[in-house]
């Protein structure tokens, strides 16, 4: 399965994958709305220590940790990809404290959101990979 | 093959999948004495403060037991197995043969004798959906209501109940709340955000009910229209037990959940895990824990050897807004954060034990992940790890692999 994988080193730590995220999944069309003076939650976030910058998102384990411990259900594997059903999600965060990732997190309204690797969003690439100024973030098969 | 399931929650979810991973086509029979399609029993508080409905409880896709090949027997309880035979009894005095059998029959309640107990009409336990449509359809908007046990299922039904009733009082004779889970000091801190909304009276404990009276031992008496004990659970291990099944504190399992008995399997709140926080077998009621150990009864049922991964306690909850975090064992040595709500990091010489997070739960899954994985601290940046859960802080080794997919199996 095709997933996103950031390489460390060309990752400048710009956040721009962070914007294109919160606008991919914002549904909005237009970025300006979409983003301005708004808090960005973004599925994919950008570590920064010292010189050394990375980008995390969800690694669509093939063990998911935080599918198996979804108390509710709401966190499914659907064709390796993991989705979570929005309207199953209570907000009790089981799956925060499962994913070794830190890639899962509440959204501004306390549901749960991930990287869906923008399968609901139009596009053969998730907006991350398309937004990525030096082709640090890549949507390939390992 | 034929795989008989008693149980029909997480483990035996889990098992189903675990199985189906392996075999496409082998039968599959579920029994369960509660009737409801499998649902998320911790979301019956969540049910009884409307914050769900039935029709968003269900654990699976209304398709599952279809997809999956099972055969659902709900409403049948199971009296017995027939070790011998190999077959399982049913209330019906019909039977199931099996070539392996897991049993996740998970807990029940413990109700406590208590003088003048069986005198009380209104009192509950809440432990299924039942019970929850039970306590619902007894409750006024005048009722005052008495929970026994300031635990996990005692502090989330008084959540539930608290927009619906008049008052709720909670007595527990351990010292604080959420004991299993939290220190003195998080609990404090709880306590103090919640003591507004709920009536809490630790360190006593009922001695006798007259009536809608009870009596404490600490001299005062409470009146109330509706209880519900919450005191703890037991493991339903008396079917395995009945039939020569070697039990502990719950039924006693290795690695594989595998049994005492032969083509016996067992998985979820019945029976013991290894705890790897205290290196010692436990019972660990929780979810993830259940799924975790259904799914790797049931590879292992269809053949394919496949040992549980290292186990330890972990919880998440919201109680009245606040989110709490918790994980592993608390032991003395401890790095307390105030900052941003409270975390207190547990550690054992080069390792992280345990964590007790309020408020800034975000990424605690990091940490999760040090404890599970004995990661030896001194050789990754624990003085950055310990202001907050980064993958930054790892060693490029550590961090290479998570980032370049080789981890993520």
Known sequence: MKRVYVNEQWCL????CEYYCAFANSNESDIVKALKDKKIHSNIRVETKGNINFAVSCRHCEEPLCVKGCITGALQKKDGLIVVDKDRCIHCYTCIVCCPYGAVSPSADGVIQKCELC????GNQPACVKGCINQAIVYEER | MKHVIIGNSAAAIGAVEGIREIEKASEIVLISDEKHFTYSRPLISYYLEGKTDRAHMHYRDYDFYETNKCIPMLGVTATKIDVKKKRVLTVDNSFVAYDKLLVATGSKAFVPRIEGLDSVNEKYTFMNLDD???LLNALRPTSRVLILGAGLIGMKCAEGLYEHVSS???VDLAERILSSILDAESAQIISERITSKLNILLKTSVTRFVGNTAYLTNGASIEFDVLVVAVGVRPNTAIFE????KIAKG???????ETNIKDIYAAGDVCESYDMTISQNRILALLPNAYMQGHTAGKNMAGCETEMIATLPMNAMGLFGTHIVTAGAYTEQKFIDRKNGYKSLFVDGDKLKGYIIIDGIEKAGIYTALIRESVALSKEDFELI???PTLAAFSDAYRKGVLSGSKNK
Not at chain 1, 119 to 122: D, N, V
Not at chain 2, 251 to 257: D, F, H, L
């Open chain 2, 386 to 388: 310990r202001v907050s």
């Open chain 2, 242 to 245: 009945d039939c020569g099944g």
């Open chain 1, 13 to 16: 730590g710009c956040r721009l």
């Open chain 2, 132 to 134: 929850a449509e039970s």
């Open chain 2, 168 to 170: 709720v009082t909670i």
């Open chain 1, 119 to 122: 399968a609901k969003i139009s």
């Open chain 2, 251 to 257: 039924i006693i399992v290795n690695s594989k959940q």
